[in-house]
């Protein structure tokens, strides 16, 4: 039997989409011997200029640059137009598009290449943005739903609400991110680290989604506390407060050691797809605070593996309730064994790879 081509077209290889690509080759590199991955991605991105890409992703991948623009512009035909090519001569039997202008793009493209299944996972939707008008917003929402309706796909959801969305367009089905569990376990046994000042962190860019002022504000309400950023980003002015320490852009490794020292892990986000960095928080059984909204509220059981808030007078009582260190070891215990039930890497890609054979199978008899 020959190889499986798959394609994934990346807007852009950054943030938690990069941890995903990276743990998607891992995975997809042990079975060599069933499919041949490529990527397609825009490394415009300032997270990949400060990664060495290719040893960083599976030895078995392919990878090719792909100028994507994350806004809509003219540009965007040289992209359809350089994507075809790609697709001409690679030959792909899947294509798997990641967010939301990759997603536009590709399917326009798979009217042109016909012979690849073609799959779509928004991590994210565009709409959902808080950073764009409410017009924008309604564009958006109508791109997903005609480009679903007329470019045809199957939408492969990152977690449950995105899969609840998914199925207003058209065909979707659920494969959540994940986390490699035992990989973390062995590598970053778990410690335990008594700080003198309580520390919250937050792993992520700087930017607009995650909401760097709300997280300037909480650490000001709370001075006694200390606050570490694990990341950088273009918004990094909007981070005042004396008591919050920004580490700079960090390895796996270095975020993982300092991960490991936070008490609580703060996701303040103000829109996601499913995010990982949390997921990676619970495997080292941390106690989360999240902002109620789609894809944080699909990983914290509220009350049980942490809280989940609205407003500053809601983190302040949920904070009060964490100061208490066994109710913060008895949540991270719990959010442990939930991400071990619903997050677990090698489960979910092992649905995907099914997903993957069943649909080469399928569109064999076809033609």
């Keep these: 039997m020959d190889k499986i081509k798959v394609l994934h077209v990346v807007e ?3 943030g938690g989409i990069y941890t995903y690509i990276k743990d998607l080759t891992i995975f997809f590199g042990k079975q060599s011997n069933l499919f041949d991955t490529t990527i397609a991605y825009c490394g415009k991105r300032r997270e990949v200029a400060n990664i060495d890409i290719k040893k960083e992703l599976s030895n078995g991948v392919s990878l090719i640059e792909l100028d994507i623009n994350k806004e809509i512009s003219l540009k965007d035909f040289k992209s359809i137009y350089e994507l075809l090519n790609i697709c001409k001569s690679l030959k792909p039997d899947i294509i798997h598009l990641h967010s939301s202008k990759a997603g536009v793009i590709g399917r326009f493209v798979s009217l042109f290449y016909k012979k690849a299944v073609v799959f779509y996972t928004p991590h994210a939707y565009s709409f959902l943005r808080k950073d764009i008008s409410y017009l924008k917003k309604e564009f958006f929402y109508y791109i997903e739903k005609y480009t679903s309706k007329f470019f045809g796909g199957t939408t492969i959801a990152c977690g449950d609400s995105e899969f609840e969305y998914g199925k207003k367009f058209g065909k979707t089905l659920l494969v959540r991110n994940g986390i490699n569990i035992e990989a973390i ?12 000042r309580l520390v919250i962190g937050i792993i992520g860019r700087i930017s607009h989604i ?6 300037n504000n909480i650490a000001k309400n709370n001075p006694d506390i200390d606050f570490l950023w694990i990341g950088d980003g273009e918004l990094r002015d909007a981070i005042t407060s004396q008591n919050i320490t920004i580490t700079g852009w960090l390895n796996r490794e270095n975020i993982f050691d300092y991960l490991n020292q936070l008490d609580i892990y703060i996701q303040t986000s103000l829109w996601e797809g499913l995010p990982i960095a949390p997921l990676e928080a619970m ?3 941390k106690p989360i605070l999240a902002t109620n909204i789609i894809g944080n509220k699909d990983i914290v059981k509220h ?8 407003n500053e007078n809601d983190i302040q009582e949920f904070i009060n309730i964490l100061k208490d260190h066994l109710t913060r070891e008895k949540m991270g215990k719990l959010g442990l064994e939930r991400c071990m039930e619903y997050f677990d ?5 092992t649905l995907l790879k099914n997903i993957y054979l069943d649909s080469v199978h399928i569109n064999t008899q076809k033609n």
């Design 283 to 285: 495997a080292f059984q």
């Design 345 to 349: 890497l090698n489960k979910n890609f």
């Design 185 to 196: 376990s062995d590598k970053f046994k778990r410690k335990i680290i008594k700080n003198n």
């Design 210 to 215: 995650k909401n760097p002022w709300l997280f």
């Design 303 to 310: 009350g049980e593996t942490g809280f989940l808030f609205t």
């Design 12 to 14: 852009a290889l950054g």
